[in-house]
Structures are given as structure tokens and as C-alpha cells.
């Protein structure tokens, strides 16, 4: 408050006055927004001094001035600056003497200040001066923020209340008005009760130590009573009607909530399929990338089989060879060298037969991922028999050898350095292939995965899997064709080729090898068949799992909407029980006019003896007529926006929940 102080007495200065202790020291003690001057004597000079800053500072919501004896000119500046204060509530003026000039700057107080609700003026003079107060009273009339109202001793006279009943007509926001002990007589008050039915605000209204008679009394009272009835109807109204909004309101949050919970729910599931989608599809496509790779390594091994069998025919051959070579050396070693090619091209018919087994097998692996176990048997049994012949084949080429060792010391020498070379490439030849084979191995699990799972796109992948088949079986054809007429040539290159004798049984010795690593090879990939098939169980299971997850959701958003319409049935069964209210009030309003009619009757009953009373009873009955029209018609209005408010509440839930995105996601029923 030392600002506040400060910045008194700046003003008080720059007028050319000096600063009051008395009002220094209230401005000091301050209590929360009340500033008391009572009693205080004030000159013009502080009084232009506390407009000033009443006008700048927010501080003040309550000034009393009472029985401070200022002057006209100070009441004017005083009022001048509180027209421009806009937290000034409580305005106390009680015993200044204010005349003429006081009333029209409280005229002009009421039409430019909108914060003031209380004006106290008791003990004023202000009824003296008919033409201020007329212009005071049409302040009253445009002012809309004045609740309370105190004229006592005034001096106001018939005519002033006349003003007063005028400005009361259109006034909208006073309800107390206290004008005891003036001047108003029976003119007066008779103006003050014609102006009371256009009042639907004031429902306080003090008369007394005015001359005014007692059925002019009673009037007022009735009208203020009407008017409290209808005031206490408009706040009951109000507030059941903040109580409905409320509800209302509280209703469409729990609904917005209720749905942005669901919302959060279907996103977060949503979310979770997209993740478990893209996963998939990222699988699907490591193992279409594994089949790729499988077919590719299978291809290969074709083209490494065909020419392994291409290497076994030129080794026949060349065993033929020799044998014709021998046979006029040894005519028993030339029946042994013909039976051995006989043998040899046995082998080379299988080989063939087990080329075609092999592409058999191969379609039948694409087409069924649970036929490659069938597979995998057959190939073993068949590379177990291949490799029988070749070790008896093996024996009878070292018999063989044995007995050419005679002949062959002289060409031993030249295939020495043959030997090295040819041992070299089969061992590169034999890494590369055990390398080809792990590669098949681990891919291989990946491969039975994706069988398992792509078993419908297998479907559709077959027809072109068939033409790659047929293209394979084309280019096998052709190779066996080109292998033929290598073999046709190399069996012209045989004669020079007797120091390779020893090489064919190097690669014995390494097929023999290979033989074993392909028994191997094969127990692996009957494990990774076994794995295979667990996780392919496994991705079931997790299908079963998401699949009933996804009926729980289901099952959710079907109770999301019986919960919905069991909340539709219990607003409408609010709606009714405000109908049902409504009903009684207006059984209340028919008993209000049976008393009206009673009242009427009393009335006349009274006319009989006094001809001015009934005159006046009349027009008060014609009055009160008048009041239940407007009150029925009030009612009828209220009955009707409420009823409208109702059909609007209940047509907004339901197109609230028909339209709502729940509906839209809700399963049928």
C-alpha cells in the first residue's frame, strides 16, 4: 500500500494541495479492498485527488464516504474519476447533502461505470431538485449493473417517485430498492405499482414512513412477492439447467474418453499387427531369399554331379581302353578289362537313372516341403549303392593295376608330374564341394522354414518351377549330349592317356572321401528338417495366439456398445423424470390459479364496501391477470425450451453414438 500512498500524494501535489493525514493513514490500513473515509471531512482538492487515482489503480472494491459533508465540486471530481474505475463494487454516500449537481454526476456514474452494484445515498437531498433527479432516474433506467439502491431520507415527492416508477419499467438488474421515509404519498406510490408488472428484476421494495396506503402496501408486496417467486423459479431454472449441462457434459467426457481409450487401444493394436506384418513379410522375404539361394546351390550341384559322372564314364572308358590295350598282352586280363567296361557303362545308365531320380526329386521338393525327407533317404541309399560299385570298381581297377605295374614302369615317370596336377585340382575341386555342401547344409533349415510357411505360394510358384524344370531338363540334355561327344573323344585320347591310370585311383580314394562327408551332409539335414518342423509348430502356435487375441478385441468392442446403449436408455430415463417434473410444476401452476380465483372472489366480496378500494382492486386483479398471462405464458416458454432441450440432448446422443467411429468399427450383431 506505500504506492498507493505515494501516489496520493503525488496527485495531491500537483493540484497544489496538501495530502490529509486521516486519509494517509486509511489508504495505509487497507483491508482487503475496503477503503473507509467515514466521518472523514474531505476538501474539493483531495476529493479530485482520490478520483484520480480511484480512476488508475484496482485496488479499492469497496468506497464509503458517509457523513463526510462534500462539497458539490468535490463530489464532482470524485465521481468523474470513479467513472472510468472498473473493480468498484460498493459505493457508501450516505450524509453528504448532495444537491443538484451531486445527482447528475451520479447520473452520469450510472450510465458510463459497469462495476458498481451497490449505491447507498440515504440522507441526501437529492429529491429536492426534480429536473437532477429526473436526469438521475434515467441513469437508473440504461444502467444494468446496479443490484441495491438506498434513497432514504431524500426528500423525494410524488413526482420523483413518478421517475423512479419510470426508470423502474426499464431497469433490468436492480432488485432492492429502499425509499422509506420521503415524500411519495398515494400518486406516488400508486406510479410505483403501475410500473411494477414491466419489472421482472426488483423483488425488495421498502415503502414505509411514505403516506402511502396500506392496499398500495399490500400491492407492492404482492408484486415483490410474485417477483421473488419468479426469481426463485429463474434460479431454480438455472440451476437445473447448469445441473443438466453438467450431466451433459460429464457424459460426452466419459464418452470422449471412453472412445479415445478405445481409440489408443485399436492404434496400439494396429500398430502391433503392422509390426507382426512387417516382421513376416521381412521373414517371408529372408526365406524367399534362402530358396533362391537353395535352388541355385541345387542347380549347381546338378552341374557338379553331371560332371562327376562325366569324370566316372572318361574313367571307364579309360579302364576299357586299356583293357583293349592289355588284351593282346593278356587274353585273361581282356575279358576282365570288357566285363569291367560292361560294369562301367551299368554305372553310367544308373548314373544317368539317377540324374532323372534326382530332378524328380527336386520337383517333388518344390512342390511338398514334407517329401524332402523321402528325398533325402533315396539320394543316401543311391550314393550308398554308387559307392559300392565304386569300391568294387576300385578293386578290380588295383587287380588290374597290379598286373599292369609290369608294363607300366616306363610310363610311370611321365605321369608324375600328371599325377601332381590332377591331385591338385581334384583336392581344390573336393574343398570347393565340401564348401558347396556346408553352404547347402545351413541353408537348408531356412529353406524347410520357408516351406512351411509359404506352402500357398509354393502353389502358385509351381507352374514356374515346372518350366524351370523343363528348361533344366533341356540343358541337361544338351550337357549329356556335349558329354557324349566328349566321350567320343575321349576315347580317342585314351591311348594317350595310360599315365592317368594312377590319377583314376587318386579319385577313388577321394570319392571314397566324399562319400563319407555326404553321409554327413545328410544326418545335418535330417536335423534341420526336424528344426524346421518345430519352428513351423512354433509359428502356429503364435497364428492360434494372434487369432485369439484378435477375437478378445472383438468381444471388447461388442460390450463397448451395449455400454453405449445402456447409457442411451439411462438418459432417456433422466429425460423422462425432467418431464415428469416438469409435469408437477405445472400441476403447482394450476393450484396457483385456483388460489388466483379464490383472490377474486375475495375481491369482490370486498367491492361492496368500498367503491375507490375496488376501483383500486380491480386494477390490481387486472394487474395480477395480467402477471399469471405473462407468468403462463413464462412457463409455457420454459416448458417448451425445455422440452426442445431435451429432443436436442437426446437427438445430439444419438446421433452422437450413431455417428461415433465406434459404431463404424463395432463387429454386427
Known amino acids: 500500500m506505500e504506492e498507493v500512498r ?32 467515514a466521518t472523514q471531512s474531505l476538501t474539493a482538492e483531495t476529493c479530485g485527488a482520490l478520483g484520480k487515482l480511484l480512476q488508475k489503480e484496482a485496488f479499492v472494491t469497496e468506497l464509503v464516504l458517509s457523513d463526510c459533508m462534500l462539497s458539490e465540486e468535490g463530489v464532482i471530481l470524485l465521481l468523474q474519476g470513479l467513472c472510468a474505475n472498473t473493480v468498484l463494487q460498493f459505493l457508501d454516500l450516505k450524509g453528504n447533502n448532495l444537491r443538484a449537481a451531486g445527482a447528475e454526476a451520479l447520473g452520469r456514474l450510472l450510465r458510463q461505470n459497469k462495476s458498481i452494484q451497490s449505491l447507498t445515498l440515504e440522507w441526501n437531498n437529492l429529491g429536492t431538485w426534480e429536473d437532477a433527479f429526473a436526469t438521475f432516474c434515467g441513469a437508473l433506467a440504461a444502467n444494468s449493473t446496479l443490484r441495491q439502491l438506498d434513497l432514504r431520507n431524500n426528500q423525494i415527492s410524488h413526482k420523483g417517485a413518478e421517475e423512479l416508477a419510470l426508470a423502474l419499467k426499464s431497469n433490468t438488474s436492480l432488485q432492492q430498492l429502499d425509499l422509506r421515509w420521503n415524500n411519495i404519498g398515494l400518486l406516488g406510490g400508486r406510479a410505483l405499482v403501475s410500473s411494477l408488472p414491466s419489472n421482472r428484476t426488483l423483488w425488495k421494495l421498502e415503502l414505509a414512513g411514505n403516506s402511502v396506503p396500506s ?11 410474485h417477483n421473488q417467486d419468479r426469481e426463485a423459479t429463474f434460479r431454480e431454472n438455472q440451476a437445473r439447467a447448469r445441473v443438466l449441462s453438467k450431466e451433459v457434459r460429464h457424459l460426452q467426457e466419459e464418452k470422449s474418453k471412453q472412445f479415445l481409450d478405445l481409440m489408443e487401444t485399436i492404434d496400439k493394436q494396429r500398430e502391433e499387427l503392422a509390426r507382426s506384418t512387417r516382421t513376416s513379410a521381412a521373414r517371408l522375404g529372408q526365406l524367399q531369399e534362402a530358396l533362391n539361394e537353395r535352388q541355385s546351390i541345387v542347380n549347381a550341384l546338378k552341374a557338379k554331379l553331371q560332371m562327376a559322372e562325366a569324370a566316372l564314364a572318361l574313367s571307364e572308358q579309360k579302364a576299357q581302353e586299356l583293357g583293349e590295350l592289355l588284351a593282346t598282352s593278356e587274353q585273361e586280363h581282356r575279358s576282365l578289362v570288357q566285363r569291367q567296361a560292361k560294369e562301367h557303362r551299368l554305372e553310367q545308365q544308373e548314373a544317368a537313372e539317377r540324374e532323372s531320380t534326382l530332378l524328380r526329386d527336386l520337383s517333388a521338393a518344390n512342390e511338398k516341403s514334407l517329401l524332402l525327407r523321402n528325398q533325402v533317404d533315396e539320394l543316401e541309399r543311391k550314393v550308398k549303392s554308387q559307392q559300392d560299385q565304386l569300391f568294387l570298381s576300385r578293386q578290380e581297377l588295383t587287380t588290374t593295376s597290379a598286373e599292369l605295374k609290369l608294363r607300366a614302369l616306363q610310363a610311370e615317370e611321365r605321369l608324375e608330374l600328371e599325377k601332381k596336377r590332377s591331385r591338385q585340382s581334384l583336392e581344390d575341386l573336393e574343398h570347393l564341394r565340401f564348401k558347396e555342401v556346408e553352404h547347402m ?27 524351370e524344370l523343363s528348361r533344366v531338363k533341356a540343358v541337361a540334355l544338351s550337357e549329356r549330349g556335349q558329354a557324349d561327344e566328349e566321350l567320343i573323344k575321349a576315347k580317342n585320347q585314351v591311348r594317350l592317356e595310360e599315365q592317368r591310370l594312377g590319377h583314376l585311383e587318386e579319385k577313388l580314394r577321394l570319392l571314397a572321401q566324399a562319400r563319407d562327408e555326404a553321409q554327413g551332409t545328410c544326418l545335418q539335414q535330417r536335423q534341420t528338417v526336424a528344426e524346421a518342423q518345430a519352428r513351423a509348430s512354433q509359428l502356429g502356435l503364435q497364428v492360434e495366439s494372434l487369432t485369439r487375441r484378435l477375437e478378445e478385441l472383438q468381444q471388447e468392442l461388442r460390450n463397448k456398445d451395449q455400454e453405449k446403449v445402456a447409457e442411451v436408455t439411462r438418459v432417456r430415463v433422466e429425460l423422462q423424470e425432467q418431464n415428469g417434473r416438469l409435469q408437477a410444476e405445472l400441476m403447482a401452476q394450476e393450484a396457483l390459479r385456483e388460489k388466483v380465483a379464490a383472490l377474486e372472489r375475495q375481491l369482490k366480496v370486498i367491492a361492496s364496501d368500498h367503491r375507490e378500494a375496488l376501483l383500486d382492486r380491480e386494477s390490481e386483479n387486472a394487474s395480477l391477470r395480467e402477471k399469471l398471462r405473462l407468468k403462463e405464458a413464462e412457463m409455457a416458454r420454459i416448458r417448451d425450451e425445455e422440452a426442445q432441450r431435451a429432443s436436442f440432448l437426446q437427438n445430439a446422443v444419438l446421433a452422437y453414438v450413431q455417428g461415433s467411429p465406434l459404431r463404424a468399427l463395432s463387429p454386427q450383431k
Open 215 to 225: 392496499d398500495v402496501l399490500r400491492a407492492v408486496e404482492q408484486a415483490m412477492d
Open 441 to 467: 547344409t545351413r541353408h537348408l533349415e531356412e529353406t524347410e522354414r520357408a516351406m512351411q510357411e509359404r506352402v500357398q505360394r509354393l502353389e502358385a510358384a509351381r507352374l514356374s518351377l515346372e518350366e
Open 6 to 37: 505515494r501516489s496520493y500524494s503525488r496527485l495531491c501535489k500537483e493540484s497544489g494541495a496538501e495530502p490529509q493525514e486521516t486519509v494517509l493513514q486509511r489508504l495505509h490500513e487497507l483491508p482487503r479492498g475496503r477503503l473507509d473515509l
